[in-house]
């Protein structure tokens, strides 16, 4: 299933963190979500783990803002976000 076309980053990610959490979710949920997941995938292990942290030190925030911006640049090319 093709990932659709999301407005802003965030709203991919609040998207993916809904359909995560979903247990109920059906096979078109599933199918999305492991598209999602790929994208998300390309990032480096760091990168990931940073935009799951709920941290709130500055370390933290400005890692989470280079791992969003990472991911914003891959959604972007790939088309799933406006540029």
Not at 9 to 24: E, G, Q, T, W
Not at 45 to 68: N, T, Y
Request: hydrophobic letters at 45%; aromatic letters at 4%.
């Amino acid at each position: 299933m093709k990932v659709p076309a999301y407005s802003s980053l965030a709203a991919f990610l609040a998207h993916y963190h809904a359909l995560k959490s979903d247990p109920s979710r059906g096979s078109d949920d599933e199918q999305l979500l492991a598209g999602m997941s790929a994208a998300i995938a390309t990032l480096p292990p760091e990168a990931r783990a940073a935009l799951d942290s709920v941290e709130d030190s500055a370390r933290a925030k400005r890692h989470r803002d280079r791992a969003a911006l990472q991911l914003r640049r891959e959604l972007a090319a790939r088309g799933i976000v406006a540029g």
